[in-house]
């Protein structure tokens, strides 16, 4: 169970950084460092995802490791081929995860669209609170860095969380509670499932949600600092929120 976990949450957070990374850097100008960085890291998360997956969906992940590589590599080759391999990135870190996501549910609870619509929330989330809390430490290296990619990092971080909550409400309303077995509000507690769900839903899901708006008003402020201090707590509870999430996931079929 640990390693099947391990391997969707790396490959959630390798598609969704590289997917986010792609989309600031097509409406930024982004330091060459930082997207290496960011490429180098969705390779090596994608690659373990490949290592720990023992279904057939592992060559999913292999594949978009070397997409993550070969942005890596065109990076260093001029502006144009960055963006055209930039692009294919993108589209490779949302295609190799809806293919998976769809091999995958075959063998699940939950149906096809709410399985896809679970695994993109989560690694839009995930992606876009990792690749904004990194572009905010960039601010100390490169003083000299415009305030607009770490604004637009915040929209779609809050975009992120929003997204997250719909399709959490909506995995809850096609026969999550049943799943869950919580019948009343005491089952929280007294079910185990329903108790972990109870801290992910707390750290995962209402204490991002709140952080969104603070970090979303410490950078309209320009206080790039207090905007990454905020990132940098979001990301540990997001962490925590979508690594119980996707325990979930292999306990009950259902993404919660």
């Given amino acids: 169970m640990l390693s099947d976990v391990t391997a969707h949450f790396a490959s959630h957070l390798a598609a969704g950084g590289l997917f986010v990374t792609a989309v600031l850097a097509f409406s930024n100008q982004l330091p060459g460092a930082f997207l290496r960085f960011c490429t180098a890291s969705a390779a ?11 279904s057939s969906t592992r060559w999913v992940w292999f594949g978009l490791a070397l997409a993550s590589g070969v942005w890596h590599i065109a990076l260093r080759k001029g ?13 490779a870190s949302v295609g190799a995860l809806i293919l998976a996501t769809l091999l995958l549910s075959k063998s699940g609870e939950s149906g096809e669209g709410l399985a896809v619509a679970g695994a993109m ?13 990194l572009l905010g430490h960039w601010y100390l290296v490169d003083t000299s860095l415009s305030i607009a990619p770490l604004r637009d990092g915040a929209l779609w971080f809050s975009i992120a969380v929003g ?3 719909a399709a959490v409400l909506f995995a809850l309303g096609d026969g999550g509670w049943e799943v869950l077995r919580v019948r009343r509000a005491a089952d929280l507690i007294l079910s185990t499932n329903g108790l972990f769900f109870m801290f992910r839903s707390l750290m995962g899901l209402a204490a991002p949600l709140l952080l969104s708006v603070l970090i979303w008003q410490t950078v309209k402020m320009r206080s790039t600092q207090s905007a990454t201090g905020l990132l940098y707590v979001a990301l540990i509870l997001v962490l925590f929120g979508e690594l119980v999430s996707q325990f979930l996931l292999v306990r009950t079929g259902y993404p919660l």
């Fill in 79 to 91: 502006a144009d081929t960055a963006k055209l391999a930039a692009g294919l990135a993108a589209i």
């Fill in 163 to 165: 997204l997250r909550w």
């Fill in 121 to 133: 929330s989560s690694s839009l989330l995930l992606g876009a609170v990792t690749v904004t809390m």
């Fill in 44 to 54: 090596g998360a994608a690659a373990l995802a490949g290592l720990l997956d023992a």
